[in-house]
């Protein structure tokens, strides 16, 4: 068979496509070309649509499942867990022209008009009338009505910001890749979890060298920041991790002006003051003011309490001063001797598969949802001939014993992932065909025995599958009615929700077992670890605080003349706001992907957002028991199945009765 009909085979049919062979180099050297036939197909079929007749306007011919659509999500997938030469020019050669036919579609006065036509006169169920009518919004925010040439300079603004993003996003990677730390000396590893020094030592082998390799993946960050006992060390890693892509090659700062400068644009061509005005009529807050209220408010609870925890530590290890580099290696010698709580002992509770097991088990208790694990029995081909890659792992998911959606997990770090964890939906449900949801991390995996993990890493795994929840209990069948078409300071909610699941005490007691004796975790581990549950908690809240002022500081309007002021006023911003002074090396907006890469412009604030309604929806789940079956088929029915047609506020007050409150967000947090 001809190789491209083999692509769209893959591409067509309603199984797991074969990723492997999607991924090979035959495919992808004729891609870029398979891509422009794809597109010309998409033209001809929206030039076509345009010339219907207003009688024959209806739902259905606005819905359409593109091959294009599904081979680009999956190249740039690929992009995303394997960035190299090949698959990134790819992505560069094309993405100009796929923006242009976005832009030729998104400013079409006809084909608005027929989507308006077909809100207020044509038949349609709640699914569709959601779908048409916030299609029918975007245009009006994109002010349709506009001249010829705004739309043309929008049309240019898109492309650029297009662009840039991905050069961003590159320049990222590339300078965490070419981070490597070698350590020659036991000298300062000796409080080191040994499971972290026999991952060090592989890498470090794996270079030929008899030493100890540390990287730029969170896990290498946390054992030097946590457990190196030479204080320069941290120094080292804290400026290095503060200053990824702002130098050199790689300095991303050029690209941040543009960006921000074009956003800024877009917004004033479209009558906002601001980009941040812009990006919230997408949101649940109303306007930026409500937003810097709320974080400002946090900011002045949380600093006292920041201070009350930082003093515990220099008054327990007689310091009269401590910086933000020492504070995670004294914290976590203060939780060992003074609260009687080993992270190393710990981890060794926190076993990779039965943690997997671990939170299975809590989806199919919360939501009965069953994860069946595909292998060979299961295919007719060879399941090693589909896979990517080897650690990858595939699953039908069933809810009640129906099949809903395929489950992939990739979990393991490697030098050309993107940084640190995301979920993704990589083929949309389209009527028949299920939905293929990704989890994505960067755990390091012990190649010679088994792989441990923190309790961080723990509710990383379980925050990312509250994300694949969110898609895969969807009861709508249309795949314009996807998880992140909620309000995107909602979209954090059942993943920051389920977490709480990873780190209760009575799960914890029944699951965690020792990687080795398989013996339960003491009681007073647990005990511990439930008193220290918002140990530190102060610290993290202000720290989110001021990400978030300064992303909508970033996007309220400011004009930076050059690099050198930029860096002036950041520094300036975040020292302000900040219990510890950063210095000039400080530079973390250069790799900051969540708001120059990855859609969270002007919205970070959706994580503390998104915090404040999970405390509020976990009191109900406290009231009665973690597990209790109707609180959990309350919160599906009315949040997780109904996102899809009704605003969030909406269904909040559905859940609770009432509007948004604070009050528990602060009770919980003991603010």
């Not at 990222?172 to 499971?195: A, C, G, M, Q, R």
């Not at 809590?362 to 090693?384: A, G, H, Q, R």
């Not at 069948?477 to 059942?494: G, N």
Request: aromatic residues 16%; hydrophobic residues 40%; glycine residues 2%.
């Amino acid at each position: 068979m001809e190789i491209k009909q083999k692509i769209l085979k893959e591409l067509e049919k309603k199984e797991f496509p074969n990723m492997k062979f999607l991924f090979s180099d035959e495919v992808l050297d004729i891609s870029l070309k398979l891509l422009e036939e794809l597109l010309d197909v998409d033209k001809k079929r929206f030039n076509n649509l345009l010339k219907t007749e207003e009688k024959n306007i209806n739902f259905s011919i606005f819905d359409y499942e593109s091959n294009l659509d599904l081979f680009w999500s999956l190249l740039n997938h690929l992009s995303n867990v394997n960035s190299w030469d090949k698959i990134r020019k790819i992505i560069d050669t094309f993405e100009p022209k796929l923006i242009d036919f976005s832009n030729e579609v998104s400013y079409s006065k006809a084909y608005f008009e027929m989507l308006e036509y077909c809100l207020n006169n044509c038949e349609l169920d709640i699914d569709q009338t959601k779908i048409i009518s916030d299609s029918v919004k975007a245009y009006k925010v994109r002010w349709i009505a506009l001249d010829t040439d705004k739309q043309n300079e929008l049309k240019k603004i898109n492309k650029k910001l297009s662009e840039l993003s991905t050069r961003f996003s590159n320049n990222v990677l590339d300078s965490e890749k070419e981070f490597k730390y070698f350590l020659d000396t036991d000298e300062y590893l000796k409080e080191f979890p040994k499971s972290d020094l026999d991952n060090a030592k592989l890498k470090a082998r794996e270079k030929w060298k008899d030493w100890y390799l540390f990287d730029s993946s969170a896990s290498s960050y946390i054992s030097i920041i946590k457990y190196c006992s030479d204080s320069d060390t941290r120094k080292y890693f804290a400026e290095v991790h503060g200053s990824f892509a702002s130098k050199w090659k790689y300095d991303n700062r050029e690209i941040v002006l543009k960006i921000l400068d074009l956003r800024n644009k877009k917004a004033q061509i479209l009558d906002y003051k601001n980009y941040a005005e812009l990006s919230l009529e997408f949101k649940m807050a109303e306007n930026p003011e409500q937003v810097i209220d709320l974080l400002t408010d946090l900011t002045i609870k949380a600093k006292p309490k920041a201070l009350l925890e930082i003093d515990e530590i220099k008054e327990y290890f007689s310091l009269t001063e401590i910086n933000s580099r020492d504070m995670p290696y004294y914290s976590r010698i203060l939780k060992e001797k003074k609260y009687r709580l080993d992270d190393k002992k710990l981890k060794e509770y926190f076993e990779f598969t039965s943690i997997q097991r671990w939170l299975f088990e809590t989806v199919e208790k919360l939501y009965d949802i069953k994860m069946k694990k595909l292998d060979n029995n299961d295919l007719s081909e060879d399941w090693n001939d589909i896979k990517y890659n080897e650690n990858i792992e595939i699953y039908e998911v069933y809810k009640w014993d129906k099949f809903i959606s395929y489950f992939m997990w990739d979990y393991f770090y490697n030098p050309n992932k993107r940084s640190w964890a995301w979920a993704d939906e990589v083929r949309e449900r389209f009527w028949d065909k299920k939905s293929i949801v990704i989890n994505n991390m960067s755990f390091v995996k012990a190649e010679n025995w088994k792989t441990l993990l923190t309790l961080w890493e723990v509710e990383t795994m379980f925050h990312e599958f509250g994300h694949g929840i969110h898609s895969m209990l969807s009861k709508s069948k249309y795949a314009d009615l996807t998880w992140v078409q909620v309000e995107w300071d909602f979209v954090e909610l059942p993943s920051q929700l389920l977490e709480n699941w990873s780190n209760n005490p009575e799960t914890i007691i029944n699951i965690a077992s020792h990687y080795e004796t398989w013996e339960k975790i003491p009681w007073e581990l647990v005990d511990s670890l439930e008193k220290l549950k918002y140990f530190w908690t102060w610290n993290f809240v202000l720290g989110q605080s001021i990400y978030s002022i300064m992303d909508m500081y970033f996007h309220s309007g400011v004009v930076f003349k050059d690099v050198s002021e930029l860096d002036k006023i950041f520094l300036e911003k975040v020292n302000e706001l900040s219990i510890f002074k950063k210095d000039e090396n400080y530079k973390m907006y250069c790799s900051f992907s969540h708001i120059f890469d990855w859609g969270y412009s002007a919205g970070y604030y959706s994580y503390t957002w998104a915090d404040i309604i999970v405390s509020e929806i976990l009191a109900v789940f406290k009231e009665s028991w973690m597990y209790d079956k109707e609180t959990a088929t309350r919160f599906e029915k009315l949040i997780l199945w109904a996102w899809s047609v009704k605003k969030a506020s909406d269904m909040f007050k559905d859940f609770m009765w009432r509007e948004i409150s604070i009050e528990a967000f602060l009770k919980e947090k003991w603010l």
